[in-house]
C-alpha cells in the first residue's frame, strides 16, 4: 500500500524564522516522484517543490528545501525566512513514477506569527 | 493562460439528487484527474480520464462518473447524493504523455448535500 503520513497537524513559526514540516511515505516503488502542496484559503493546490526519488540531491526553490531521507522513507520540508504569505495548509504528496494519482497527506496547517 | 478551471465555486445540493462538477485543463493538457477533499483530509483520488476513457480509478463507488470531451474538459457526476459526498472537489491536469509531475490544479467545487 502507498501511504503518506504527516504527523503534524498544525504548526507555528514566527516570522522570519525557520520552520520543518515533517513527512514520511510508504511505498514499494523505486522510481516515484514527491511533492509538497501548499493549499491557502483560495482552496487551490499550489506546488512548491518536488523531488524525484532518483535524485540524491535535495531540492531547493528559494526559501524552501526538503530533506530527502530514501532508506528512512522521510520527507521534510523546511521554510526559512518565513513570511506571513507562507500560511496556509501544506500538504505532502507521493506519486508513482508510471502512476496517474497523487496520494496526499492529511495536511498540516502553518501559522506565522508577525 | 487561465490555469485549470473548474466550475461551479459553490454548490448546495439535497441527498439523494445529482450533481454535475466541470472542469477546464490548462492549455496544451489532455488528461484530466478528479480528487474528493473532505474537511480537514488530503484529497482522495477518484478517478482519471485521457483520450476521452477513463484510464484509472480509485476507491469510489459507482454512483461516481466522468465523462471526457473531444476538447479535453471534463465532467464529474453524482447521483444519489449523500451528506458524506460534501466535500471540495478537484480537478487536476496534466500533459500529453507527461508525467503526474507536471499537474495543475484548479480551485476546486465546494459541494454540500443538505
Known amino acids: 500500500a502507498q501511504t503518506v503520513t504527516q504527523s503534524q497537524p498544525e504548526m507555528s513559526v514566527q516570522e522570519a524564522e525557520t520552520v520543518t514540516l515533517s513527512c514520511t511515505y510508504d511505498t514499494s516503488e523505486s522510481d516515484y516522484y514527491l511533492f509538497w502542496y501548499k493549499q491557502p484559503p483560495s482552496r487551490q493546490m499550489i506546488l512548491v517543490i518536488r523531488q524525484e526519488a532518483y535524485k540524491q540531491q535535495n531540492a531547493t526553490e528559494n526559501r524552501f528545501s526538503v530533506n530527502f531521507q530514501k532508506a528512512a522513507k522521510s520527507f521534510s520540508l523546511k521554510i526559512s525566512d518565513s513570511q506571513l504569505g507562507d500560511a496556509a495548509m501544506y500538504f505532502c504528496?507521493?506519486?508513482?513514477?508510471?502512476?496517474?494519482?497523487?496520494?496526499f497527506g492529511t495536511g498540516t496547517s502553518l501559522t506565522v506569527i508577525p | 493562460d487561465a490555469g485549470v478551471t473548474q466550475s461551479p465555486t459553490h454548490l448546495i445540493k439535497t441527498r439523494g439528487q445529482q450533481v454535475t462538477l466541470r472542469c477546464s485543463p490548462k492549455?496544451?493538457?489532455?488528461?484530466v484527474s478528479w480528487y474528493q477533499q473532505a474537511l480537514g483530509q488530503g484529497p482522495q483520488f477518484i478517478f482519471q480520464y485521457y483520450e476521452e476513457e477513463e484510464r484509472q480509478r480509485g476507491n469510489f463507488p459507482d454512483r461516481f462518473s466522468g465523462h471526457q470531451f473531444p476538447n479535453y474538459s471534463s465532467e464529474l457526476n453524482v447521483n444519489a447524493l449523500l451528506l458524506g459526498d460534501s466535500a471540495l472537489y478537484l480537478c487536476a491536469s496534466s500533459p500529453p504523455q507527461g508525467p503526474n509531475t507536471e499537474a495543475f490544479f484548479g480551485q476546486g467545487t465546494r459541494l454540500t448535500v443538505v
Open positions: 504528496a507521493y506519486t508513482p513514477g508510471r502512476g496517474n494519482q497523487f496520494y
Open positions: 492549455s496544451g493538457h489532455d488528461t
